[in-house]
């Protein structure tokens, strides 16, 4: 079975970081971009970042660009998302996703972020 | 950056009702664009894909259509399950930016 679990929120303070950790199994990992969609109380989706299969492509949103850093380990099967500096506009759940050449066909559940002081 | 602006916000339609959302690129994205449903609680899930291809084992009754600029995601006989919120998404180009989103009620 195709699965992706997200781990790593938490409540953090206006500043600090958190790195979150998004886990594949049940599909060849490292033949699949992958991306980070984040979603904040009572809103719509945000695409947040996105990495290549190979590792040698990244692009991130406006709102995160120089704060967020997307990174994967295909020996773990695993794609990481550093936030630095987080604002409490970051407050939000964040998903991870495999992309098919034509969407995002598989999400996990998300992990909550909560920035406040 | 291209802007994808959907409408309505909502909705209200009655069972068995064709519904009907509209999601415009403001610049031509061809046919990159897909639509995903959103029940409360629960992550996206991918419905149609390159504007106009259902994703398996999506019911008939979705169906999308539409090139460049303007897309279209229909529901041809709304059911009760379909109550959800309703995202088009761009991926031709980073950024990958959705939709501000659709609320579907009954």
């Known amino acids: 079975e195709v699965q992706l679990l997200e781990s790593g929120g938490g409540l953090v303070q206006p500043g600090g970081s958190l790195r979150l950790s998004c886990v594949v199994s049940?599909?060849?990992?490292?033949?699949?971009?992958m991306t980070w969609v984040r979603q904040a109380p009572g809103k719509g989706l945000e695409w947040v970042s996105v990495?290549?299969?190979?590792?040698?492509?990244?692009y991130y949103a406006d709102s995160v660009k120089g704060r967020f850093t997307i990174s994967r380990d295909n020996s773990k099967n695993t794609v990481f998302l550093q936030m630095n500096s987080l604002r409490v506009e970051d407050t939000a759940v964040y998903y991870c996703?495999?992309?098919?050449?034509?969407?995002?066909?598989?999400w996990g559940l998300g992990t909550t972020v909560t920035v406040s002081s | 950056d291209i802007q994808m602006t959907q409408s309505p916000s909502s909705l209200s339609a009655s069972v068995g009702d064709r519904v009907t959302i509209t999601c415009r690129a403001s610049l031509g994205i061809s046919n990159y664009l897909a639509w995903y449903q959103q029940k409360p609680g629960k992550p996206p899930k991918l419905l149609i894909y390159?504007?106009?291809i259902l994703q398996s084992g999506v019911p008939s009754r979705f169906s999308g259509s539409g090139s460049g600029t303007d897309f279209t995601l229909t529901i041809s006989s709304l059911q009760p399950e379909d109550v959800a919120s309703y995202y088009c998404q761009k991926y031709n180009t980073a950024p990958w930016t959705f939709g501000q989103g659709t609320k579907v009620e009954i």
């Open positions: 390159a504007a106009s």
């Open positions: 990495i290549s299969a190979r590792d040698d492509s990244k």
């Open positions: 049940g599909f060849t990992f490292s033949t699949y971009v």
């Open positions: 996703a495999r992309y098919n050449h034509y969407g995002l066909d598989v």
